[in-house]
C-alpha cells in the first residue's frame, strides 16, 4: 500500500498541523526546534525554567558572570565614594584600591568580612549594608537554583546513532533503533513511540504527513539491558515500498517519544529524540552491545550501542 493511501491522523501531527516543514523537528537532544517571538525578555516563570534546564556550562557561566559583574559594580561605587571611605584599603594607586575595593565588596556579599578593610562613613555603610543583604538574596537564589537542577528526575537515554533499515523475520523489513538507559538506576514500565512524517505534494501544494508506527513491541517492564525498537515494514506501514530516495525527497522524520517510571525519584520521567532521512541506513543490522565478561558477568557496553554491520534486505 502507497503511503498516499494510509489514513492520515491529526492526532499525530506533533503539534505542527500539516504545514510542510524542512528542518528537524526536534533535536538529537530532546529540545524542540522552534524559536520563538513576542516573549518577554524578563519573565519569571520562564527564566526559571531556562535557568534549571540549560546545560551546564551556561549556567556556571551565568552565575560566576552575574557574581563578577556585581562586585565590579560595587567596587565601582565604593571608589567614586571617596579614596577614604575603605579603611585598610590599599590606595596607593587608583588601580590598587579599585581591587582592594573589589576583593571588600567580595567579602561583603558573601557576609564573609576577613576585617582588613572595612568602611567608613554613612555613604559607604550605607551601600556595604544593601550589598550584604542582596547578597543574602542572591545566594539563596543561586543555591535554590542549584538544588533545583541536581533533584530535578530527568531520563538519560543512550539512543543509536542511526536507525536502520534491517531484515525482520523471514522474508521481511524492520526500521529498527536501540537504546540504553545511561544511568544505574532502574526504569521501569517503558513506553515508546514513533512518529514518521514526510513532505508530500497534494494538490500542487506541499503539505505535512504524520503516521504513528506500529511497532512489534511499545512496551517493556524494565530496561535491563539494551532495548532494540522495532517496526515491522509490511504493507500497512507508511515505509512500504518508500525508497531511501523517496524519504531524502520528502524530508522525513523519524521522532522517538518515551516515557518511563524512575524507581528512585518514584517519578515518570520523558525522553526524547528524532532521526532525519540521511541517518537511516539501509541494509544493516545491529551487532550484540553485551557480553559476558571472565566471571560470566552479563556487560553492557554503552558505546556499542550504535554498532551494526551490512545485511542483505529481501525484495518487497
Do not use: C
Not at 114 to 125: D, F, K, L, R
Not at 281 to 301: I, M, Q
Amino acid at each position: 500500500m502507497s503511503p498516499k493511501n494510509l489514513p492520515d491522523n491529526p492526532q499525530n501531527d506533533l503539534g505542527l498541523g500539516n504545514k510542510a516543514i524542512k528542518q528537524r523537528i526536534i533535536n538529537r537532544d530532546g529540545s524542540i526546534n522552534i524559536k520563538r517571538k513576542g516573549l518577554p525578555f524578563f519573565s519569571t516563570s520562564d527564566n526559571y525554567n531556562a535557568l534549571i534546564t540549560m546545560r551546564w556550562p551556561k549556567f556556571w557561566f551565568i552565575v560566576i558572570g552575574v557574581y563578577l559583574l556585581t562586585n565590579i559594580l560595587f567596587a565601582t561605587i565604593y571608589v567614586n565614594i571617596g579614596d577614604n571611605n575603605l579603611l585598610g584599603a590599599d590606595t596607593q594607586t587608583h588601580y590598587h584600591h579599585f581591587l582592594s575595593a573589589f576583593f571588600f565588596s567580595a567579602q561583603t556579599l558573601s557576609t564573609v568580612g576577613y576585617g582588613h578593610v572595612s568602611p567608613q562613613g554613612i555613604p559607604t555603610n550605607f551601600v556595604a549594608a544593601f550589598e550584604s543583604m542582596l547578597g543574602l538574596l542572591a545566594f539563596a537564589i543561586a543555591t535554590g537554583l542549584l538544588y533545583g537542577r541536581i533533584s530535578r528526575p530527568s531520563a538519560k537515554v543512550a539512543y543509536s546513532d542511526m536507525v536502520l533499515i534491517a531484515p525482520y523475520a523471514p522474508t521481511g523489513r524492520g526500521l529498527m533503533l536501540r537504546l540504553a538507559n545511561k544511568r544505574h538506576n532502574v526504569l521501569i514500565d517503558l513506553d515508546i513511540e514513533l512518529v514518521f512524517s514526510y513532505n508530500e505534494e497534494v494538490a500542487g501544494k506541499t503539505i505535512r504527513r504524520f503516521h504513528n508506527l506500529k511497532l512489534e513491541r511499545s512496551k517493556v517492564s524494565i530496561l535491563t539491558l539494551s532495548w532494540t525498537v522495532v517496526h515491522p515494514i509490511d504493507e500497512n506501514s507508511p515505509l512500504y515500498h518508500m525508497t531511501a530516495e523517496d524519504m531524502e525527497a520528502g524530508r522525513a522524520n523519524l521522532v522517538v517519544l518515551m516515557q518511563a517510571f524512575d524507581d528512585t525519584f518514584s517519578q515518570t520521567v520523558h525522553s526524547r529524540t528524532s532521526y532525519l532521512h540521511d541517518e537511516i541506513v539501509w541494509g544493516a543490522k545491529f551487532t550484540p552491545a553485551f557480553y559476558d565478561d571472565p566471571n560470566g558477568l552479563v556487560t553492557l557496553d554503552l558505546n556499542k550501542i550504535s554498532d551494526y554491520t551490512t545485511a542483505s534486505l529481501p525484495a518487497t
